[in-house]
Nanobody
Framework: QVQLVESGGGVVKPGGSLRLSCSASGIALNYYHIGWFRQAPGKEREGISCSSKSDESTYYANSVKGRFTLSSDSAKKTVYMQMNSLKPEDTAVYYC?????????????????????WGKGTLVTVYS
């Protein structure tokens, strides 16, 4: 049974940092495209960073570029999202996903929210 479990969410002040983790069981992450998504109240789910298993390229949405960094540890079956310089507009439930879709570009996974497996999310709240 495949499971993705996010952790690391919490409450942080603007300008602060958090590191989210996504632990996988039942799959080997290095065989999947990996992505982080978020959904703020009343908004659609947004792909913020996706990484290709094929060429290891990583896409970042403009809203997080330069502040967030996706990384992974295949041995630990864990994907991370380091989030720095957090803003109130970063408040959302954050999800990780693994995809087996054939992609022409890794951005497509984020843009079309192409996940084969999804975690249940972890809440990040940024406020002063």
């Amino acid at each position: 049974q495949v499971q993705l479990v996010e952790s690391g969410g919490g409450v942080v002040k603007p300008g602060g940092s958090l590191r989210l983790s996504c632990s996988a069981s039942g799959i080997a992450l290095n065989y999947y495209h990996i992505g982080w998504f978020r959904q703020a109240p009343g908004k659609e789910r947004e792909g913020i960073s996706c990484s290709s298993k094929s060429d290891e390229s990583t896409y970042y949405a403009n809203s997080v570029k330069g502040r967030f960094t996706l990384s992974s540890d295949s041995a630990k079956k864990t994907v991370y999202m380091q989030m720095n310089s957090l803003k109130p507009e970063d408040t959302a439930v954050y999800y990780c996903a693994a995809s087996t879709h054939t992609l022409s570009a890794v951005q497509t996974m984020c843009d079309l929210r192409l996940g084969s497996y999804w975690g249940k999310g972890t809440l990040v709240t940024v406020y002063s």
